[in-house]
């Protein structure tokens, strides 16, 4: 039995990501109990129920959960911001959905990003177990995530699927993006294995296609049965060129969110790890 079989939360329902989820799961059947801080912007679709809750509402959240073997968390905040704009509904948002996991017995889909890693350099290759490398509060939010998950499966056998999440657009924009570029379809099917895995334990995926140009390997996918069918590779040509003209953004696998009060003034700088 899949966990899609009972109701799945997905938070974060009115963004980007949260709409294309909430029409396309529906789509496949699966009852739905959407929320979001602000209103859903698209029809409600076909069996689900759609409630404003903020995140940082305990018990509002728990109300929500109640019932559900699956959480889709994509609320919060998603772009670099100050500490204190990203605090409230990302740490203490995603510390509510993990106690109502936990209750429920619920597994976890918690959207990390190549934000919490966003630091290394562009020509390195990471797997799943690399230090962490934050390139600012937004990414440091997905780390405190993923180390959230670790805790409560540790802990309390919450169960997780970590998915750091390139950039999920229909089509590639820029030349960095043919590194970090996930198709809408590799994304919704991936999105269906969170549900119809058997374990998934607290598994790391990188949330990527099959880009000759990926920065990532080594993952939990073969866990999951889940592979990306597409690949960035044919957009390459379109976007060549397409880059900015800063060389802190250019450097970095996080690209823009990394200038964001960047003040650093030893560019390039010779290590960020002292010892080395
Ligand atoms: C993210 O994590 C953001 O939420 C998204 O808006 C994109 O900026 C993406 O990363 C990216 O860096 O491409």
Redesign the pocket.
């Known amino acids: 039995m899949a966990l899609s079989d009972r109701p799945v939360l997905l938070t974060g329902a009115s963004g980007?990501i949260g709409r294309l989820l909430a029409s396309r799961l529906a789509a496949l059947g699966w009852t739905l109990r959407l929320t979001d801080v602000v209103p859903l912007p698209i029809a409600l679709p076909q069996g689900a129920t759609f409630d404003v809750v903020d995140l940082e509402n305990q018990g509002a959240v728990n109300e929500l959960a109640k019932g559900c073997g699956l959480i889709l968390h994509f609320g919060g905040v998603?772009?670099e911001q100050s500490f204190e704009t990203v605090l409230g509904p990302n740490l203490r948002g995603s510390f509510h959905i993990y106690e109502a996991a936990r209750k429920e017995k619920a597994r976890v889909a918690f959207?990390s990003?190549?934000?919490a890693v966003?630091l290394y350099e562009r020509t390195e290759i990471l797997d799943q177990d690399c230090l962490l490398r934050p390139d600012g509060y937004?990414?440091l939010s997905?780390a405190y995530g993923e180390m959230l998950a670790r805790l409560y499966f540790d802990k309390h056998a919450v169960e997780s699927v970590l998915i750091r999440?390139?950039?999920?657009?229909p089509e590639v924009p820029d030349e960095?993006?043919l590194s970090?570029w996930i198709s809408h379809d590799d994304f919704v099917r991936l999105i269906e294995r969170c549900a119809a895995a058997e374990h998934v334990d607290c598994s790391v995926i990188w949330g990527q296609s099959d880009n000759s140009r990926g920065f990532w390997r080594n993952d939990a996918r073969k866990k999951l049965g889940w592979a990306p069918l597409d690949s960035s590779d044919s957009q390459a040509e379109h976007v060549r060129g397409k880059v900015t003209d800063n060389p802190v953004v250019e450097r970095y696998q996080?690209?823009?969110?990394i200038v964001v009060d960047y003040s650093r003034s030893d560019f390039p700088p010779r290590s960020m790890f002292p010892e080395e």
Not at 165 to 169: A, R
């Open positions: 980007t998603s772009t959207p990003s190549v934000h966003g937004y990414g997905k999440i390139g950039s999920v657009l960095r993006i970090t996080g690209g823009k969110f």
